[in-house]
Structures are given as structure tokens and as C-alpha cells.
């Protein structure tokens, strides 16, 4: 059996705050909503507009009058988990962001009235390491989350 002795003395530094998600990237805005505005909307990174644009293809969605539908629902580790999917066209209380790089088509994102409560502010990514492939929800109204990314608290 090992033992470890704790030694007495100077505390260790406090650790550092968690890094910025966000720093260094670059954030589309929707189409005519100003910069101030849209930190109180849905933003996307490029990576995330391309990898919409080519699952809408793959799902044949017209990007003429479909989008990507971002959504909560009750459950998972955390409380409430993201819910993602393509939707034919908005429904009548939706908020519709349509987000336009100037290279293709615009791509328009639905969120319903009471997702939109815990979705403003959120970021969407789209992340591609050697260890996870998905889309990542850069939510501030999120106080804790579990390790799967997809479950989350408000």
C-alpha cells in the first residue's frame, strides 16, 4: 500500500478561469441584425455554416424556404438537452436567422419562442478532432453541463 504525505505551507496559485471558448474565432451574424444585436441572437462559426449547408444538401432541404431547427427539450444528464434537426420551413412564432457568407445560398436557423429564452446569446461550431466529430453549443445561459456537451442546465 502507498502512502502520500500532504505537506503544509504556501497554497498553490488559484487556478486560471477557463479559457474563452470564443477567442480567436471567427462569428457570422445574422442577416441584418447589428453587432450588438446579435450577441442577443444565434451566431454560427464559418465551420458550422459549411457543415449545415453540405447535411442540408446530403438531406435534400431547400435552403429557399428550409433551415436548421435548434431547439431544447427536457431531460439528459443535465436538465434540458439541445435538440437539432432540419425542418421544410419556419412555423409562425418562430425566430428565423438567416446567415449569408456571400458563397452560397443563406442558410436560415429556426428557434422556437421558448427555446429562444435558453438559446439567446448561444453560438453554434462545428468541431472536428481525432476524438469527437459534432456541433457545439457555445451557450452562456448555461451554469454547468455534462460531459456528452448535449445535456445542460439554465
Given at each position: 500500500?502507498a502512502?502520500?504525505?500532504l505537506?503544509?505551507g504556501t497554497?498553490?496559485?488559484p487556478?486560471a478561469?477557463?479559457?474563452d ?5 471567427t462569428?457570422?451574424?445574422p442577416?441584418?441584425i447589428s453587432?450588438?444585436a446579435?450577441?442577443?441572437?444565434i451566431?454560427?462559426?464559418?465551420k458550422a455554416?459549411k457543415?449545415?449547408?453540405v447535411?442540408?444538401?446530403k ?16 431531460g439528459?444528464c443535465?436538465g434540458?438537452?439541445?435538440?437539432i ?8 412564432r ?8 456571400g458563397?452560397?445560398?443563406p ?5 422556437d419562442?421558448?427555446s429562444?429564452i435558453y438559446l439567446?446569446?448561444?453560438v453554434?461550431?462545428f468541431?472536428?478532432?481525432l476524438?469527437r466529430?459534432g456541433f457545439?453549443?457555445i451557450?452562456?445561459n448555461?451554469?454547468?453541463?455534462c460531459g ?7
Amino acid at each position: 500500500m502507498a502512502t502520500v504525505q500532504l505537506s503544509t505551507g504556501t497554497p498553490p496559485p488559484p487556478a486560471a478561469s477557463a479559457p474563452d471558448p470564443l477567442a480567436g474565432v471567427t462569428l457570422l451574424i445574422p442577416e441584418g441584425i447589428s453587432a450588438e444585436a446579435a450577441v442577443k441572437g444565434i451566431r454560427l462559426t464559418p465551420k458550422a455554416l459549411k457543415r449545415i449547408r453540405v447535411a442540408m444538401a446530403k438531406e435534400n432541404v431547400s435552403p429557399a424556404e428550409g433551415g436548421l431547427r435548434l431547439g431544447i427539450q427536457g431531460g439528459g444528464c443535465s436538465g434540458l438537452s439541445y435538440n437539432i434537426r432540419f425542418d421544410s420551413k419556419a412555423r409562425e412564432r418562430d425566430r428565423t436567422f438567416m446567415f449569408d457568407d456571400g458563397l452560397l445560398q443563406p442558410v436560415r436557423i429556426f428557434v422556437d419562442p421558448k427555446s429562444f429564452i435558453y438559446l439567446t446569446g448561444m453560438v453554434l461550431d462545428f468541431e472536428e478532432t481525432l476524438m469527437r466529430q459534432g456541433f457545439n453549443f457555445i451557450n452562456p445561459n448555461s451554469t454547468k453541463s455534462c460531459g456528452c456537451g448535449s445535456s445542460f442546465s439554465s
